[in-house]
């Protein structure tokens, strides 16, 4: 199963301030956060941003929401109290418009919101495909097992480079070329 662009959707699940910094390793998160909007933006890969009880938890951190400005994806975060993302009708209804036969889940956290949205995707018909460089959980094991099982059942797990290469498809395109520059 090959990923391609206009069969694919992406959701960046639950960074937000308050947890955020919590996360093992978000300096490094909010980076591949970055490239992988930026890059997913060039590639005209529909976004999904959520935000679990924004309330509790704050907004979008702003290095997410700056990616999305900056890369020209016009998106407002959707909330909600579930932790999939599939138990939320409208944002369940999102995903599946158009019925993607993949959908890149990112951010955090890996164990609980993006397995559980992974698990329902694959009940659902739906490839989950995961950047693991792009997910994160306060405890480095609790990441490690939840991507270990998203592999098991069937889903995805790749980095944020190899994704957007595989997205590309050619070299020497406008296309390769701001995902070269993203990935520099």
């Known amino acids: 199963m090959r990923l391609h662009p206009t069969k694919t959707k992406a959701v960046i699940v639950d960074v937000q ?4 910094p919590h996360i093992e390793g978000h300096e490094a998160l909010a980076n591949r956060l970055e490239i992988l909007i930026r890059g997913l933006g060039a590639l005209e890969v529909p976004i999904t941003v959520t935000e679990q009880y924004r309330k509790g938890l704050g907004p979008t951190v702003g290095v ?15 909330e ?18 158009g019925r993607p036969h993949t959908v890149i889940l990112a951010g955090i956290e890996t164990h609980i919101c ?9 009940d659902d018909g739906t490839i989950p495909v995961v950047p693991a460089d792009a997910t994160g959980s306060r405890r480095a094991a609790d990441r490690e097992i939840a ?3 998203i592999r098991q059942f069937g889903g995805v797990v790749t980095t944020v480079e190899s994704l957007l290469f595989e997205l590309c ?16």
């Open 80 to 97: 909600k109290m579930s932790f999939s993302c599939c138990d939320d009708e409208t944002i369940a209804e999102r995903i599946n418009s």
């Open 147 to 149: 991507l270990k099982r």
């Open 64 to 78: 997410v929401e700056r990616a999305l400005a900056d890369g020209g994806v016009e998106t407002s975060a959707l």
């Open 114 to 122: 993006l397995l559980q949205t992974a698990m329902d995707l694959l």
């Open 17 to 20: 301030d308050r947890l955020f």
């Open 169 to 184: 498809r050619y070299a020497g395109t406008e296309r390769f070329r701001a995902i070269s520059a993203l990935v520099k």
